[in-house]
């Protein structure tokens, strides 16, 4: 199954897509990335090579799983 997460902060709004994992999952990768990452700009693509998620293209419209806010790492579902 596949998660699609809208990674989204001041310097950038991306959609991702990768194997399905729980939100406390999610959140781990999240740390662990952000431990990694020595630059904001750099974190959408640090997650997807360490995580195995792909990059794809960015539609407003589509309903994403997850949302990360990289400004308050905040990560929460979003109610359609």
């Known amino acids: 199954m596949i998660?699609?997460?809208n990674?989204?902060?001041y310097h950038h709004q991306i959609l991702v897509s990768g194997k399905k994992c729980t939100?406390?999952?999610l959140v781990d990768k999240y740390r662990h990335?952000?431990?990694?990452?020595d630059e904001i700009r750099d974190l959408p693509?640090?997650?997807c090579m360490l995580h195995n998620f792909d990059e794809i293209p960015y539609d407003f419209n589509m309903k994403v799983d997850?949302?990360?806010d990289t400004d308050t790492d905040r990560i929460y579902s979003p109610s359609y």
């Open 3 to 5: 998660l699609i997460i």
């Open 66 to 68: 997850f949302v990360i």
């Open 23 to 25: 939100k406390r999952q």
């Open 45 to 47: 693509k640090l997650f």
């Open 7 to 9: 990674i989204d902060g």
């Open 33 to 37: 990335t952000k431990e990694l990452s």
